[in-house]
T-cell receptor, first 114, second 113 residues
Framework: DAGVTQSPTHLIKTRGQHVTLRCSPI?????VSWYQQVLGQGPQFIFQ???????GRGNFPDRFSARQFPNYSSELNVNALLLGDSALYLC?????????????FGSGTRLTVV | DAKTTQPPSMDCAEGRAANLPCNHS???????VYWYRQIHSQGPQYIIH???NNETNEMASLIITEDRKSSTLILPHATLRDTAVYYC??????????????FGEGTQLTVNP
């Protein structure tokens, strides 16, 4: 079975640009979460979506937005990119939005803002 | 979610048991202890979780003290592939908690040949 897939794997953008990152959860998983991991730190929670509804939001500015599609895949959008947005962006999926199942992470998208 | 404290780094000889400690002195009665690990350049990998009883699976064992203020992850026979950053996380599992995982800085475990 395919795991959580993220695309692209690497991306270079210029300050002020917009970026869209994509995530496909494990088949049957209805919950998708997004995390940002800056070099040398642990991942930080950005969003969680379950059944196409936002169920949680971390302490990130409004430049960050996300959505979940009917097939449960998800997009993370970041507007007006800053140098500080350079990070590994991780997507995690789980079977439910509320239970304590183990969450499966993708390998991430490495975003570099120059 | 309760804050956790872990040593920043640990070393272990290949084939020996690796014991990774975690303090969570402010843990609440409805919070679970989770362990994840992250091998360089990969996404975090779920290892194990527990509430108050000791737990074991094919990857590791989790020992939680009786007062639940600390726990230890045990990798019984560490291999070079176990070199990774190990994160101890405590969180509430329930209808309103969502899937938020609050990662600290973790413990860098290095398994030496």
């Amino acid at each position: 079975d395919a795991g959580v897939t993220q695309s692209p794997t690497h991306l270079i953008k210029t300050r002020g640009q917009h970026v869209t990152l994509r995530c496909s959860p494990i088949s049957g998983h209805k919950s998708v979460s997004w995390y940002q991991q800056v070099l040398g730190q642990g991942p930080q929670f950005i969003f969680q979506y379950y059944e196409k509804e936002e169920r949680g939001r971390g302490n990130f500015p409004d430049r960050f937005s996300a959505r979940q599609f009917p097939n449960y895949s998800s997009e993370l959008n970041v507007n007006a990119l800053l140098l500080g947005d350079s990070a590994l962006y991780l997507c995690a999926s789980s079977q439910s939005g509320t239970r304590h199942y183990g969450y499966t992470f993708g390998s991430g998208t490495r975003l570099t803002v120059v | 979610d309760a804050k956790t404290t872990q040593p920043p780094s640990m070393d272990c000889a290949e084939g020996r048991a690796a014991n990774l400690p975690c303090n969570h002195s402010t843990i609440s009665g409805n919070e679970y202890v989770y362990w994840y690990r992250q091998i360089h350049s990969q996404g975090p990998q779920y290892i194990i979780h527990g509430l108050k009883n000791n737990e074991t699976n094919e990857m590791a064992s989790l020992i939680i003290t009786e007062d639940r203020k600390s726990s230890t992850l045990i990798l019984p026979h560490a291999t070079l592939r176990d070199t990774a950053v190990y994160y101890c996380i405590v969180r509430v599992a329930g209808e309103t908690s969502g899937s938020r995982l609050t990662f600290g800085e973790g413990t860098q475990l290095t398994v030496n040949p």
